[in-house]
């Protein structure tokens, strides 16, 4: 096995922490950089467990400082960059840091790349950069679906995903690009949907629905989207775009919401609606025909079970979230006393 240093950008987050641990232990022979400003998204105890261990060093520092990201960059082989101000409410709130970190913080990495010669540069990014689809169609989106974001968060990362292959393009930066649709898993942030609903749930409080409940994510359970990722590191083409998404059919929040609400024996009186997410994205849906067939990657884990294993985990891991949950309560008096 040839051994490699990879720069993971964000990985104190969710999806970097998971991708951190993940990798770890399928890859013990390698060296993780873990660049991450630690911003209230970022969490030092989602890495406790790697305290010590030599070859994971974490980094807190910002994506955007270029001398910073220039000196570690220097051995680096491989940068996996998940780093970015992640959640669509908070980008409505205050949209300034969603571009500076999520657009301009690329392209320092980017440019740092070029200059280091790393071997690939591996950007995370989401479904929402393509908009929204309808109600109750069968469209799904694919590699060649045009990009439509409607949020700040996904005109950020639309910008971050065309600086990506911009660079490809024109100074030949070795690249690979993924959208995955929506994480759920462990080490998520309570104020995401599933986390917020699980962790209410736990403290008997009510689960909020925005609007009518019925729009459509495709759930991805976190595992499975390290999983793919490794898949598109190891195998995936040099310029290359893939999809990745969790579901086949169609599932309202309102209907998830019920599954967490069945598999906690709680009665959907503890349901609460509220008023509607600003632009809230109707629907969305992933084709991920292209990794499956080019690189063999399905989802191994379906809802139900993920959510499973998520409750427990929650339930488990009360010292994790209790903290954070009380550092959001500001994010909280904002959000949900939002107008229609
Ligand atoms: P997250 O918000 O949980 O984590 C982001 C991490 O980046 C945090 O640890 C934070 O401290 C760090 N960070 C933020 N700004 C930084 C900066 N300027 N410099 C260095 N570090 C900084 O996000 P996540 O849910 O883990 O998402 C990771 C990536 O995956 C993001 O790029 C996001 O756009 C993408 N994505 C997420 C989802 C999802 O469902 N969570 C879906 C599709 C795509
Ligand atoms: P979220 O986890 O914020 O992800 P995203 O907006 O990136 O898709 O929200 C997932 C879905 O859940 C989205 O349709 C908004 C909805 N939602 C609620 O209904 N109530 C809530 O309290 C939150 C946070 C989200």
Redesign the pocket.
């Known amino acids: 096995m040839t051994k490699q240093t990879l720069l993971v950008?964000?990985g104190?987050?969710?999806?970097?922490s998971n991708f951190v641990h993940y990798w770890m232990k399928k890859n013990p022979q390698d060296t993780i950089i873990n660049?991450?400003?630690?911003?209230y998204?970022?969490n030092r105890e989602s890495l406790a467990d790697l305290e010590g261990q030599q070859n994971h060093v974490f980094v807190e520092g910002?994506?955007?400082d270029r001398e910073l990201v220039n000196k570690i960059m220097a051995d680096v082989d491989t940068v996996v960059h998940?780093?970015?101000?992640?959640?669509v409410d908070r980008s409505i709130l205050n949209p300034d840091i969603f571009l500076e970190?999520n657009v301009m913080?690329t392209q320092v990495l980017l440019d740092a790349a070029l200059k280091n010669k790393v071997k690939r540069f591996h950007h995370?990014?989401?479904?929402e950069v393509f908009g929204s689809l309808e109600l109750g169609s069968s469209e799904k989106f694919n590699e060649h679906t045009p990009y439509d974001p409607r949020s700040p968060y996904s005109a950020a990362?639309a910008g971050s995903d065309h600086l990506v292959r911009a660079y490809g393009e024109t100074y030949g930066l070795p690249f690979t690009l993924t959208n995955?649709?929506?994480?759920y898993g462990e080490y998520h942030?309570p104020e995401k949907l599933f986390p917020l609903a699980i962790t209410n749930l736990i403290d008997g409080l009510k689960v909020p629905v925005y609007g009518d409940g019925l729009n459509v994510r495709d759930w991805l359970y976190v595992q499975d989207h390290c999983s793919a990722i490794d898949r598109v590191l190891t195998d995936g083409k040099d310029g290359e775009t893939y999809l990745i998404g969790g579901l086949t059919k169609d599932i309202s929040n309102l209907e998830v919401v019920k599954m967490i609400l069945s598999l906690m024996n709680k009665s959907e009186a503890e349901i609460e609606f509220i008023a509607d997410r600003k632009g809230h994205d109707r629907r969305y849906s992933v084709d991920w025909t292209k990794i499956n067939r080019e690189l063999g990657w399905e989802p191994s884990v379906d809802l139900e079970e993920g959510l499973r294993r998520t409750i427990a985990w929650y339930e488990n891991n009360q010292a994790w979230w209790r903290p954070l949950k009380e550092q959001a309560k500001d994010f909280f008096k904002a959000n949900y006393k939002k107008e229609n």
């Open positions: 950008t964000g104190a987050g969710f999806i970097g660049l991450d400003a630690l911003t998204a970022g910002n994506i955007i998940f780093a970015a101000e992640s959640h970190t913080g995370i990014s989401t479904d990362k995955c649709s929506n994480n942030f």
